[in-house]
């Protein structure tokens, strides 16, 4: 029979075993730390099959030896092979390094496990999420009678933003018939904005129809002009246009949105607006606030502290100009929050605006990072990346291996590896070119030299450098590059010689 160095009754946190808890917690810290520090590289290069088959054989139904064995056990299934967002070649997607305070908080509060949805759950846990609320709101600028709510990220966020502007669009449409009213609203959203759009408007029952996507400018931000076409038509054709999506840091680009122009849009046209900057939310606390102009006149805000706040994931909220209209999410439940709840205690629980019910204390991280390093401290680092954005576009420029989409506005650079032409004209392959920086992509990442993502440009394969580690410097980024270039001239130069379309740039 296995021996365990405990029985399931002390395996649990009490009183009685809160300091060997403590050791536990720190034990693990220390595991987590050394293979941090020690890793060599952003990713391993391991593949799935046989990391698979490590995992497939572990029999769930017998317990091991102790926390020493598990500790073993989870260096070799997890740590060893894990993605380290920490490296500085780790250089993909919007995954940010992690504040040490947050990291610290993150231990707090899964020893306490507060739950964030009613009074008698939480107490000062609640007050200090509602405080955060209203800073982040206050920064935004949204007005006295704004309010939010923590979320687990961008995509809920934007979930319950359009939930709200679903909802005052049917209530100013009351006279129709709910099921007419569902198939004729009309979402206006950038081509360059996040799927998340699309899924929403599923979840909320809207016709598959419902989002109208924008066409974007040269710097990839959504067109005022187009938008403006969109609404109109919506109109003519008897729908009915209930709200536009604009972005403060796209994905693909980093671009942000005209946000000025398109609250001109939207209160010309009665449309809700919300303003999707999980990525750009950093520029809240950075020198270069004045990239959110217009946010202001937003109806409601998602943010991703998770991203440019540096705060270990996850760490969301969405934010609403009128407090009121959080009311389209409120369910009273006799067990949990009775309306003399907030009648007898003065305060509303936070159930009430939220989409889930037990939630975690996600905010105590983000509170730990600000009163430890202060908001400009958090500015300083996201604009140290924006910075290095925009040398590396410098020098990708100025090397003829290589063309760069637009621009970065935020950390975000986008760009690809072109063949050279010795007579400085002619076609080139193009899907020879786009194998080569997939190619490229692949082989960086299969070696363990580095992690970089991907996209497409007009149907065109386009590589991305996602830049949210302010201890990458730009020659670590400049060897990187070299290292894709390398690879893509040799795959290039390995591919069949397919047909010939032209070069497409974007």
Not at 248 to 271: K, N, Q, R, W, Y
Not at 320 to 347: F, K, M, S, W
Request: with cysteine; charged share 25%; glycine share 6%.
């Amino acid at each position: 029979m296995t021996t365990r160095e405990s029985s399931p009754a002390t395996s649990l946190l009490t009183a009685r075993t809160a300091e060997a808890c403590a050791d536990a917690v720190a034990t693990t810290a220390r595991v987590a730390a050394e293979a941090i520090a020690g890793a060599g590289g952003p990713f391993s290069g391991v593949t799935p099959g046989p990391l698979g088959r490590e995992v497939a054989a572990i029999d769930l139904d017998v317990p091991t030896t102790g926390m020493a064995a598990v500790l073993d056990e989870v260096r070799e299934l997890y740590l060893r092979d894990a993605v380290y967002f920490h490296h500085p070649r780790y250089l993909a997607h919007l995954n940010c390094p992690v504040a040490v305070p947050a990291v610290a908080a993150e231990a707090m509060l899964t020893a306490v496990n507060s739950s964030l949805d009613t009074w008698d759950q939480s107490a000062g846990a609640m007050l200090i999420e509602r405080r955060l609320v209203d800073w982040t709101a206050e920064r935004v600028g949204l007005g006295p009678d704004a309010d939010g709510i923590f979320t687990s990220g961008g995509t809920q966020s934007n979930l319950q933003a359009l939930l709200l502007a679903r909802d005052e669009a049917l209530a100013r449409h009351a006279d129709r018939p709910r099921a007419e009213a569902l198939e004729q609203l009309r979402v206006f959203a950038s081509a360059a904005g996040h799927f998340s759009v699309q899924r929403a408007a599923r979840l909320l029952g809207l016709s598959p129809d419902a989002v109208i996507v924008v066409h974007t400018d040269d710097a990839e931000r959504l067109c005022v002009d187009a938008l403006v076409s969109a609404v109109s038509k919506e109109r003519r054709a008897g729908n009915l246009p209930c709200a536009v999506v604009a972005t403060a840091g796209t994905t693909d680009f980093g671009s942000i949105d005209p946000l000025t122009e398109i609250a001109d849009v939207a209160l010309a046209h009665d449309l809700w607006m919300h303003v999707d900057a999980a990525y750009g939310c950093g520029l809240l606390v950075s020198r270069r606030r004045a990239l959110l102009s217009g946010i202001e006149r937003a109806d409601s805000v998602t943010v991703d502290f998770h991203k440019s706040f540096f705060q270990p994931v996850s760490s969301s909220a969405v934010l609403v100009r009128d407090r009121a209209t959080l009311r389209h999410v409120t369910i009273r439940a006799d067990y949990l929050n009775p309306v003399e709840h907030a009648d007898r205690r003065g305060i509303e629980d936070q159930v009430d605006k939220s989409l889930q019910t037990t939630r975690r204390f996600d905010a105590l991280k983000l509170w730990f990072t600000l009163r430890a390093m202060g908001p400009d401290g958090v500015g300083e680092l996201f604009d140290t990346v924006i910075d290095l954005a925009a040398s590396t576009a410098g020098h990708l420029r100025l090397d003829p291996r290589f063309e760069v989409a637009v621009d970065p506005v935020l950390s975000t650079v986008v760009f690809r590896w072109v063949p050279s032409s010795p007579s400085g004209a002619g076609t080139v392959h193009d899907a020879r070119v786009d194998a080569a920086n997939t190619g490229a992509r692949e082989a960086v990442f299969s070696a363990g030299e580095a992690v970089v993502a991907s996209t497409k440009i007009h149907g065109r394969t386009w590589l991305k450098l996602t830049l949210l580690n302010p201890e990458t410097t730009l020659t670590e980024v400049l060897e990187v590059v070299d290292l894709l270039g390398d690879h893509a001239e040799r795959a290039f130069d390995a591919a069949p010689d397919l047909v010939a379309t032209g070069r497409e740039v974007a």
